[in-house]
């Protein structure tokens, strides 16, 4: 198993282009999300999703889309970049466990910067 | 949101030397996880308390969730280079719930 891909690795965007980053899982995970990470903040949720069609907002979600039209696939879409949004991407799937516990596998994660 | 503070932030110590990280929260979880993080990579699982008062071992590390569930601490006995990264901790607040991760505590273990 791969487990959880991302692409691009790294990408220098330009304020107000758009982009897509790509995230697949072949774990066959229910859950899947979208962080971002920023030195000193931890791991801040973007959006999330619990099943295929069903996406919801995190903690950060503002200037982002996602969609899930599989349960793969988790694309995270910036729809005007701004140099705010320069940051490390994780995507993570993940499933309940025992007593509802959450277990998450993380992908390597994109580096961006918007300039 | 409720929130998970760590401590320290920053760690740099001598192979050999012993540590504890710690991670406090004013409410209660339902579970509490490790991760480690190295450069350049995502975060990686290392353990899952769930029970109040419950440690757990994992060779040199050592993981505790406080009786009340606000707090856990992890200790590493004989620190090796390999151990270094950075760690996160990272709340469950009911079953089924989003995690809410602290901001990180960055060990460097030096030879």
């Known amino acids: 198993n791969a487990g959880v891909t991302q692409t691009p690795k790294f990408q220098v965007l330009k304020t107000g282009q758009s982009m897509t980053l790509q995230c697949a899982q072949d774990?066959?995970?229910?859950?899947m999300s979208w962080y971002r990470q920023d030195p000193g903040m931890g791991l801040r949720l973007i959006h999330y999703s619990v099943g295929a069609g069903i996406t919801d907002q995190g903690e950060v979600p503002n200037g982002y889309n996602v969609s899930r039209s599989t349960t793969e696939d988790f694309p995270l879409r910036l729809l005007s970049a701004a140099p705010s949004q320069t940051s490390v991407y994780f995507c993570?799937?993940?499933?309940?466990?025992?007593?509802?516990?959450?277990?998450?596998?993380f992908g390597p994660g994109t580096r961006l910067l918007v300039l | 949101t409720q929130l998970l503070e760590q401590s320290p932030q920053f760690l740099s110590i001598q192979e050999g030397e012993n540590l504890t990280v710690y991670c406090n929260s004013s409410?209660?979880?339902?579970?509490l996880q490790w991760y480690r993080q190295e450069p350049g990579e995502g975060p990686v699982l290392l353990v899952t308390?769930?029970?109040?008062?419950e440690v757990k071992k994992l060779k040199r590390l050592t993981f505790q969730f406080g009786d009340a569930r606000k707090d856990s601490s992890l200790h590493i006995t004989a620190a090796q280079p390999g151990d270094t990264g950075l760690y996160l901790c990272?709340?469950?607040?009911?079953?089924?719930?989003?995690?809410?991760f602290g901001e990180g505590t960055q060990l460097t273990v030096n030879p």
């Open positions: 993570a799937s993940s499933y309940l466990g025992l007593a509802g516990v959450e277990t998450q596998y």
């Open positions: 308390v769930v029970t109040g008062g």
């Open positions: 409410s209660v979880f339902s579970s």
């Open positions: 990272a709340g469950g607040e009911t079953s089924g719930s989003r995690l809410t």
């Open positions: 774990m066959n995970h229910e859950y």
